[in-house]
């Protein structure tokens, strides 16, 4: 599967259950072993086990292989391996103790906003959607600048 189409896929799942804070790095030019990490936030553990499940399901549905999963008797942090993409799904406490963006996000990945059910199919379709390079924080999508 292509990694846009992954990442895409996997986004789309932890938004589909309210995840926080949610962050994609590319890492393919620090380890062989997967091309990104996706960080996002829960609120509780029933959450966090919520939202692994969202993203197990929704990587399934689209063709996508689960390698494994980890946490999910306790639920503080899940981690689920699709192979290409790892997705840590913590909740706050431990995000900020173990800042894995410290370690992982020295590029992240601008993602445009899907907006609307149609548009996130659309993007995820889409060949030029993702950016590898830049930080999404620094720089708003249009989307963002039209918000505000």
């Given at each position: 599967m292509d990694i846009r189409k992954l990442q895409r896929l996997i986004v789309?799942?932890?938004e589909d259950v309210k995840a926080q804070d949610i962050?994609?790095?590319n890492t393919s030019h620090l380890t062989a072993l997967f091309d990104r990490v996706?960080?996002?936030s829960g609120t509780s553990n029933r959450q966090t086990k919520a939202l692994a499940a969202s993203v197990r399901d929704k990587v399934k549905a689209g063709g996508g292989d689960i390698v494994s999963m980890?946490?999910?008797d306790v639920g503080e942090w899940v981690l689920v391996d699709t192979g290409d993409a790892i997705v840590h799904i913590m909740q706050p406490a431990l995000r900020q103790y173990y800042n894995l963006e410290e370690i992982w996000g020295e590029k992240p990945?601008?993602?445009k906003a899907a907006g609307t059910r149609a548009g996130a199919k659309a993007s995820a379709e889409a060949?030029?959607?993702e950016e590898d390079d830049g930080d999404a924080a620094a720089t708003p999508s249009p989307a963002r600048r039209k918000a505000r």
């Open positions: 789309d799942a932890l962050k994609v790095f996706i960080i996002a980890e946490g999910e990945v601008r993602l060949d030029d959607d």
